[in-house]
């Protein structure tokens, strides 16, 4: 029998677990169709913070976009308040398995019956997350880059995903602004992010060895691509931090990468230098959010 995916999915909202650098922008995704979406996250400053991220981006994304209006965003430090009547919970926690494991367990036993409950994890398959979960006919990942200016999303089961449920998602991705492709097997990273973990774990391997400052990389990448920012940007904007989170894990499956990016990257955090978050990370020109 298949997973009875939610047919009134337009008057339902969606909750965002997790109000951090990705959660808040997945959260304004959602937001361009008029509906409700939830942050939920423990700490009052981040749930603050990513609600006055949807609040200040939310018209001129809207503006963008065929049919976009815009929606409501609240947040709740309640998970059960967040998750209430949601057609779809996606989580954005750091990336820590042991802490992803318990979130899914707990969202398993108090979301609504259709629900699907996806996982935003740049480097963990959702398919580690089941340890608690009585219904994985409705995990997947729902995985986001960085949006609203990079809308590509990766989406790919869990081994026991229901297929109707990851043909509805990627049917109904596109109403907000968002682009799906799906992996069609399991693969650490997904599709663009391993070409992007490659280029990336190069571009530190170069500044670990002296041979470049990150200035000089991101200077190159733009030179010869015409993109406006670059590589060392780019991880700053997501945190050095969520970096070394998954470069760890990179690491655990592949023993023969490189230490030194990994060395590099502790020695940034250990001088509080997480990126854009922390106003400062390869560049220092940031206003500390």
Known sequence: MSFAVPTDYASRPVAVIGA?????????????????????????????????????NLAEVVGRLEHGVPGTVVASGVLAEAVQDAWLVIEAVPERLELKKEIFG???????????????????????????VRHPERVLNIHFYMPPTQNAVDVM??????????????AALPEFGVYPFEARKESTGFIFNRVWAAVKRECLELVAEGVATP?????????????????????????????????????????????????????YIS???????????????????
């Open 20 to 56: 951090g650098t990705l959660g808040r922008r997945m959260a304004l995704m959602f937001a361009t169709r008029g509906g409700l979406v939830r942050i939920y996250d423990p700490a009052e400053v981040q749930r603050a913070a990513g609600v006055a991220y949807v609040e200040q």
């Open 106 to 132: 707990d969202l398993d036993a108090i979301v609504a019956d259709d629900a699907i409950l996806a996982s935003n994890s740049s480097s963990y398959a959702s398919s580690n997350f089941l340890d608690h």
């Open 157 to 170: 089961s869990c081994g026991k995903t229901d297929r109707d449920v990851l043909d509805f998602v990627l």
């Open 215 to 267: 200035q000089d990389v991101d200077g190159m990448f733009r030179v010869n691509t015409g993109l406006k920012g670059g590589p060392f940007r780019l991880m700053d904007q997501v945190g050095l931090d969520v970096v070394l989170d998954i470069e760890e894990h990179y690491a655990a499956e592949h023993p023969e990468y490189p230490e030194a990016p990994r060395v590099l990257l502790r020695d």
């Open 271 to 289: 001088s509080g230098r997480l990126g854009v978050k922390s106003g400062a990370g390869f560049y220092d020109d940031y206003t500390k959010v």
